[in-house]
């Protein structure tokens, strides 16, 4: 019996091919393709009045370029609504190419085809457009003042606008023995992958189809889009999903502009055309994420324990609303965590900015949701004198409440019912892990020392996993290899490594003995994508379910042939024999070539397979009713509802008292995503998403100014961290399974990002005895804050006056 | 973000770079380390005809020390000027800001004497020269300067250089005996360019008194900035001199500006703090200094 893969530490068999420089990403392909470059709108928003082209003809290796008026049909229409919702007031979603207006920076007007990107930049430069300037509109105050209006035809910029409530919260509210009321604040951020976009398309003008490759987090959706601008059938595009140099959930926005346009000229042009982002585009003309402004009420009792929560968010959405309202939805019931509040209102506005649009980042709504928490349980502690993990324990479910209905909506449409977990305990060993204890030891010592720490705490529940479904093919070739495919795509997970690892425990073959495919519409033509941290869930459920099909066939084939019973036979190490006896059997391939009744031989193998190869049952025919051919199966897994994961990350921080330098002592997390498939490749995912908790809370902001300029359109100036700024992790697990899927796992894709803005402003905070509402926060930010705190124009915490005045008691000073 | 057209010049001799700049004269720049220049062309931020690439002269790559100080070439990459000792030793002052200036990937590759002529008002290596009192070496076709660091800066990303003058050398002097340097800077991130930076210099008399403080600034002004605080700290010895008090007078001649990273406000505060570390560092390094060099006079007898 080989040894168990699922649960082991397993190196990810992605990294050999791509750390060498084996990958083949976007820009790898198609050497002999057309470019294409867009020339883009310099204004936040305009009326396109002309688009002079005259110019850019002297080029030479021009091919073409297009405007909206060379768009016909499906082409010429604005691109999809993708998630429709009934909350939605007014669904705006841009054009392929401008239709007469701009609404950002960035916005693309015209698209440029030549011999070689070079040329096309040459060309694209010499395209003068005329604009009619007209108001930006830029931030959420000037969304809501709706002074000026993005879009023409509406009377202000609300996109939507939803309320949900459970029992009466503001009554709860009005009732409770305390109360206290909070504005926050979260700016723009972005996925910002080392790979930005591509498209490449290839049109095969004899058999009338398409071959379109995309750097993708859905091969099916950006399938099924082009097929419809392009008025094909879906029969006749294929769209195959090369390496992907990382989403964080950019790319899961689809199709965009750029994404019609290119097949839509390599079919015009017969000739291949490709497009590759450069980084300022990627800053301008893709998706940012995270602005939000929350107004929190709540009402509590004297041990903390939330009676009522009523919280207001606006949201900016950028442009356009092609993602529809999953951003603000999942803020809206994510915002809940691992908490109870007696009744709960939420309600959002969607804002249009003259911004680039908005859709899901890592954690896709949910760090702002979280913010908005754990800023409130962090207040309660404060204004009651509690410690705050101690307020946070009383407003947890307990594990004997699970399955617990939060009463609300989830983003899946679903109801929002926590499957399982363990939270009191994750709390508990965050607690540990960090020295939440012996904390108020520590900072003595180092303010001591004339140094300034403190200490932050914050939890998180995760929906993950969700519908409707992913598929899972399974195929042992009759070389006794096994081949798997499913039809998310994979963007560097190491999905390739886990379903591999799944596959090869359910058949019982080595993990090297199994290839996986993903993202290849040619291969697995039913699926829906990578996002909501759902690969593992849905598509390591799916292979799992397809691979016991295949499991069950082959036994079933080979006790024919071995003229044993199926229950008697057992596969291990690529082998089928009877249980206790390995002798007694033959291999995969084996099974493979005798499942597939051949007439032909075309080698020794095939030769067991044909009809006069062994003795034959006359009364039945060689394939079995309800049969078919060959050692494959495939399955869906569609689950009732999404998965919760959870967890808790704990932080101590130092604030320079001189410069607001500010710096990350330890990070500790506590992750709960049921079974794990493979440690490592978890770990890998936390550490990433917290240095983009790090990045959210410390370095990244969208520097608009009020023309709606984006002023740090570059790796200079928009500070992702590096590794030296993101500090040693500490990780434990929680292996709470889930009951929703066959394996028991949950999403971890995400995680690790959720709460960092929280428990950094958490941190800080307790450092500096004053109030942080907003993130990020810089050391220029912090500065202002501490001139604002001098000048008396923020209240100190509670527990800073407190803790001063026993310190000033200690030492005989008076108690002010 | 490719670049426009232009024409590739890869000169083998200095005679021939002066020729071909002279010809193209403001239609040409020169191409050195090519980590300001290359990006800026892929911005289109630039647009030069002709690029005269200086990688092929040898005779450029070199680092002399003497008694009059370092003299840098025009090939000198970062990190091999980093990297040379008797450099550090004669200027330690050389290390201590190259080990700021970007990464180490940038520093194999971007030039000394190219972030000299560059300009950038957040670049450490024109405050070193700056604080030196260094100068820079100009050839054309038609002759040769020597242009004073106090000189050299015009404004941010502006140097005094003519479109047919190519910088061959740099000069950096070794300070007076009894002299010790610092550089502090702070950045966003690690290797970035400075929030705020300071650059300081603090020679002792023979009485181990203060006889001479100077700092210079980075990312506080549009060309580098050199500010002299002697009157706050002269003729104190290093460990009861006020360099706070420096650090305010400093303070309240800069002048700083407002960006996406800092207020002007903080960058002025920040100057006031960093002045004074880094004139405390630097008093201390002259201590060290005069230690090193000096015979201990107990031991002596
Ligand atoms: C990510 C990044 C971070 C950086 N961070 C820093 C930092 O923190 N601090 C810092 O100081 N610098 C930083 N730099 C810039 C770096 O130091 C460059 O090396 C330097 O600015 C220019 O040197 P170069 O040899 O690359 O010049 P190039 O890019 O080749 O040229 C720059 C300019 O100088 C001109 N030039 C170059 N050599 C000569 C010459 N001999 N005679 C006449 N003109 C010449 C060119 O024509 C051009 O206009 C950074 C660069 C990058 C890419």
């Known amino acids: 019996m080989s040894a168990r893969m699922f649960g082991a530490p397993v190196q990810r068999t992605e990294d050999e091919r791509l750390l060498t420089g084996r990958g083949a990403y976007l820009d790898d392909l198609g050497a002999d393709a057309y470019a294409a470059v867009f020339v883009r709108s310099p204004h936040a928003h305009a009326r396109v009045r002309d688009v002079d082209v005259t110019d850019a003809l002297d080029v030479d290796g021009l091919i073409a370029v297009y405007t909206h008026e060379d768009l016909t049909g499906p082409m010429a229409e604005p691109l999809p609504l993708l998630l429709p919702h009934p909350c939605i007031v007014d669904g705006r979603t841009p054009h392929a190419l401008a239709a007469g207006y701009v609404h950002h920076v960035g916005a693309p007007v015209a698209m440029v085809v030549a011999r070689d990107r070079y040329l096309a930049e040459d060309a694209a430069e010499r395209i003068a457009v005329d604009y009619e300037v007209l108001a930006p509109v830029v931030g959420i105050e000037a969304a809501v003042a709706a002074e000026h209006v993005v879009h023409a035809g509406m009377s202000d910029n609300v996109a939507a606008h939803l309320v949900q409530e459970v029992g009466d919260a503001r009554a709860a509210i009005a009732a409770a023995p305390h109360r206290l009321e909070l504005d926050l604040d979260i700016e723009r951020s972005a996925c910002t992958p080392m790979e930005g976009r591509g498209v490449y398309a290839r049109w095969d003008e004899a058999g009338g189809s398409l071959r379109l490759y995309s750097s993708t987090q859905t091969a099916s959706g950006v399938r099924a889009a082009v097929a419809a601008k392009l008025g094909l059938d879906v029969g006749r595009v294929e769209v195959v999903v090369p390496d992907v140099g990382g989403g964080f959930g950019v790319k899961i926005m689809h199709p965009w502009p750029e994404e019609v346009m290119v097949p839509w000229a390599a079919r015009r042009l017969g000739h291949g055309v490709k497009w590759t982002e450069d980084r300022r585009e990627h800053f301008i003309a893709a998706a940012h994420e995270r602005g939000q402004r929350h107004t929190v009420r709540a009402g509590f009792d004297d041990e903390g324990r939330l009676l009522g929560l009523d919280v207001e968010i606006l949201h900016d959405n950028g442009a356009y609303l092609p993602y529809g309202v999953i951003v603000p939805i999942v803020t809206s019931t994510q915002l809940l965590g691992p908490y109870k509040p007696g009744a709960y209102r939420v309600e959002f506005r969607s804002l249009y900015t003259t911004t680039v649009i908005v859709t899901p980042y890592r954690g896709a709504g949910r760090p702002q949701g979280v913010f908005a928490m754990e800023r409130t349980m962090d207040a309660i502690a404060d204004r009651l004198g509690r410690d705050r993990a101690e307020v946070r324990e009383v407003n947890l479910i307990r594990p004997d409440e699970m399955p617990y209905d939060q009463g609300l909506l989830f983003q899946d449409g679903r109801p929002l019912v926590y499957d399982s977990g363990d939270y009191p305990r994750t709390l508990r060993m965050v607690k540990e892990l960090i020295g939440w204890e012996g904390f108020a030891a520590e900072r003595e010592r180092a303010r ?64 090297s003995d199994v290839e996986v495919t993903t993202g290849d519409t040619r291969r697995m033509p039913y699926s829906v994508g990578t996002f909501a941290s759902r690969g593992a869930v849905m598509s390591g459920s799916a292979v799992a379910l397809a691979a016991r099909k295949v499991r069950e066939k082959a036994l079933r084939v080979a006790a024919d042939a071995l003229e044993a019973d199926p229950g008697d036979l057992e596969i291990a190490g690529g082998r089928v024999h009877v249980r206790g006896v390995p002798g007694a059997g033959m291999d995969l391939g084996t099974v493979a070539v005798l499942s597939n009744p051949l007439r032909y ?213 008076p108690d002010v | 973000m490719k670049p426009p057209p232009f024409h590739y010049h890869a000169p083998t001799t200095l005679a021939d770079a002066l020729t071909v700049l002279g010809e193209t004269g403001p239609h040409g720049k020169i191409l050195a380390g090519g980590q300001s220049l290359i990006p800026l062309l892929n911005m289109r931020l630039a647009a030069p005809a002709h690029l005269i690439d200086i990688n092929r002269l040898a005779e450029l790559d070199r680092v002399d020390v003497d008694d009059g100080g370092v003299r840098v070439g025009a090939l000198a990459r970062h990190a091999r000027v980093e990297a040379d000792r008797s450099a550090a030793e004669a200027i330690p002052l050389l290390r201590q800001g190259l080990r700021l200036v970007a990464h180490p990937v940038i520093r194999n590759r971007g030039t000394t004497v190219g972030s000299l002529v560059h300009a950038d008002p957040s670049a450490e290596m024109p405050a070193v020269l700056a604080l030196l009192g260094g100068s820079l070496d100009l050839v054309s076709a038609s002759g040769r300067r020597t242009v004073a660091a106090a000189d050299l800066y015009v404004g941010p990303l502006e140097s005094c250089l003519r479109a047919d003058e190519l910088a061959v050398c740099a000069r950096f002097p070794r300070p007076a005996p009894g002299t010790g340097t610092a550089f502090v800077e702070i950045a966003r991130r690690r290797g970035d360019y400075a929030v705020c930076g300071v650059a300081a210099l603090v020679t002792l008399d023979d009485d181990l008194r203060v006889a001479a403080a100077r700092a210079a600034y980075l990312s506080m002004a549009p060309v580098p900035h050199v500010l002299d605080l002697i009157e706050a700290v002269a003729g104190r010895p290093p460990d009861t001199a006020d360099f706070a008090a420096a650090g305010r007078l400093a303070r309240g001649r800069l002048d700083p500006e407002d960006d996406i990273h800092a207020t002007a406000e903080y960058r002025a505060h920040l100057a006031e703090v960093l002045t004074a570390r880094a004139l405390r560092e630097a008093a201390e390094a002259a201590v060290g200094a005069l230690g090193a060099s000096r015979p201990d006079p107990e031991r002596a007898t």
Do not use: W
Request: hydrophobic fraction near 40%; glycine fraction near 12%; proline fraction near 8%.
């Open chain 1, 448 to 511: 001591a020392e004339g140094r300034r720490i403190g200490i932050g705490l914050a939890c998180y529940v995760e929906g993950t996993g969700p519908g409707p479904y992913e598929g899972g093919h399974v195929q042992v070739g009759t070389d006794g290899r096994v081949r798997v495919a499913t039809g998310l795509t994979s963007q560097g997970q190491g999905h390739h490594t886990i379903l591999a690892q799944i596959v090869a425990d359910e058949l019982g073959v080595a993990m």
């Open chain 1, 601 to 813: 031989a075309f080698d020794e193998a095939s030769r067991a397979a044909t009809q006069f190869a062994r003795p034959a049952d006359h009364a039945a025919p060689p394939v079995p009713e309800g049969d078919a051919p060959g050692l494959e199966g495939t399955d869906f897994h569609s689950p009732l509802r999404s998965t919760f994961a959870n967890g808790a990350h704990a932080v101590v921080v130092e604030t320079d008292p001189e410069t607001a330098e500010i710096t990350i002592l330890r990070y500790c997390v506590v992750h709960d995503c049921g079974r794990l498939v493979n440690p490592l490749i978890v770990e890998g995912q936390i550490h990433g998403g917290v240095a983009q908790g790090v990045a959210g809370a410390l370095y990244e902001r969208m520097a608009y100014d009020a023309d709606g300029q984006l002023l740090n359109a570059s790796f200079m100036d928009f500070l992702v961290p590096y590794a030296s700024e993101i500090p040693p992790i500490r990780i434990a697990h929680l292996e709470t399974p889930s009951p929703l899927n066959p394996l028991g796992v949950k999403g971890a894709g995400e995680a690790g990002v959720i709460p960092g803005a929280a428990v950094i402003a958490s941190a800080i905070e307790d450092a500096e005895g004053f109030p942080v509402r907003s993130m990020p926060i810089s050391p220029s930010d912090l500065f202002g804050l501490r001139r604002r705190f001098a000048a008396g124009e923020i209240p100190p915490l509670r527990r800073a006056e407190r803790a001063r005045g026993r310190r000033a008691n200690e030492t005989g000073e």
